[in-house]
């Protein structure tokens, strides 16, 4: 049974934020898009705090709160390489790729063990990193040279990329416990 207290609302939130923010989005209101970005990013910093300090985590909020981050992740990538930021595509995929093999995995762990991995400081970081790099993409990419912005999406890749290596030695871990 689902517990919904304010931190996992705020997770549904969230999810309900997605398609809001690819229709103003593509329909070219890009102030608003980056409020909503906004909204979205405070939104996942406060339902974690809330969730902390009173004592009020779910394996429902572990298990969904990362996936509605990854989802506005994606889903934004997504929506800045369709209005022409090239290495977006590559983000996308990147991201793909890496949530697929991340949600593929806790399944399992799951499954054998009723473990759910949080988020630690490092996939936190990750995901603070891309929705500032998403925020300024939104509102300055038009203006920002191809260098520049290979330089911020290169920075929140490599974050990205160092967080997954850190949960697959996490996930190897608590694997051998349990398989």
Same mark, same amino acid.
């Given at each position: 049974?689902?517990?919904?207290?304010?931190?996992?609302? $705020?997770?549904?939130?969230?999810?309900? $934020?997605?398609?809001?923010?690819?229709?103003?989005? +593509?329909?070219?209101?890009?102030?608003?898009? &980056?409020?909503?970005?906004?909204?979205?990013? +405070?939104? /996942?910093?406060? /339902?974690? #705090?809330?969730?902390?300090?009173?004592?009020?985590?779910?394996?429902?909020?572990? &298990?969904? /709160?990362?996936?509605?981050?990854?989802?506005?992740? *994606?889903?934004?990538?997504?929506?800045?390489?369709? !209005?022409?930021?090239? *290495?977006?595509?590559?983000?996308?995929?990147?991201?793909?790729?890496?949530? +697929?093999?991340?949600?593929?995995?806790?399944?399992?762990?799951?499954?054998? !063990?009723?473990?759910?991995?949080?988020?630690?400081?490092?996939?936190? &970081?990750?995901?603070?990193?891309?929705?500032?790099?998403?925020?300024?993409?939104?509102?300055?990419?038009?203006?920002? !040279?191809?260098?520049?912005? #290979? *330089? $911020?999406?290169? &920075?929140?890749?490599? $974050?990205?990329?160092?967080?997954?290596?850190?949960?697959?030695?996490?996930?190897?871990? *608590?694997?051998?416990?349990?398989?």
């Amino acid at each position: 049974m689902v517990v919904m207290n304010l931190p996992n609302l $705020l997770t549904v939130i969230r999810f309900f $934020l997605i398609p809001v923010f690819v229709f103003v989005y +593509l329909s070219g209101n890009r102030i608003a898009a &980056a409020a909503i970005l906004a909204v979205s990013g +405070l939104t /996942d910093i406060l /339902d974690g #705090y809330i969730a902390r300090k009173y004592n009020m985590i779910t394996k429902w909020g572990k &298990a969904f /709160d990362p996936v509605a981050d990854k989802l506005t992740q *994606i889903t934004v990538a997504f929506c800045i390489a369709l !209005s022409g930021h090239r *290495i977006m595509w590559f983000v996308f995929g990147f991201l793909v790729f890496k949530e +697929l093999i991340m949600v593929l995995g806790g399944i399992k762990l799951y499954k054998k !063990s009723d473990v759910v991995i949080g988020a630690n400081w490092y996939g936190k &970081a990750a995901t603070l990193i891309f929705y500032i790099v998403f925020f300024v993409l939104i509102l300055f990419g038009r203006n920002m !040279s191809e260098f520049s912005k #290979y *330089i $911020l999406t290169t &920075a929140a890749v490599a $974050l990205s990329i160092f967080a997954f290596i850190r949960y697959i030695i996490l996930f190897l871990g *608590i694997r051998k416990k349990f398989f």
